[in-house]
């Protein structure tokens, strides 16, 4: 599985989301990297995303160590 980090995460889970509200379909696997998890700085929050599953869950965290945690521990 890859885990992506920084502005490459941010810009594939935005990729993702917009299709979704598109298509109404998560699963088209009209985007880029369709199996991956990522992270990436929101502010003072973490934002990390699973889209291993083509159900995109997304999750905010207080610190760069949680959000990794939980991009790579799936």
């Not at 598109?22 to 990436?40: A, D, M, R, T």
């Not at 929101?42 to 207080?62: Q, S």
Request: include cysteine; charged fraction near 30%.
């Amino acid at each position: 599985m890859e885990v992506l980090q920084g502005k490459e995460a941010e810009k594939i889970l935005n990729k993702i989301l917009n299709d979704k509200k598109k298509e109404n379909s998560i699963g088209s696997g009209k985007y880029p990297k369709p199996f991956v998890s990522g992270y990436f700085q929101e502010g003072k929050r973490w934002t990390a995303f699973d889209n291993t599953d083509k159900c995109c869950w997304v999750t905010e965290f207080d610190t760069e160590a949680e959000a990794a945690g939980y991009a790579n521990d799936l």
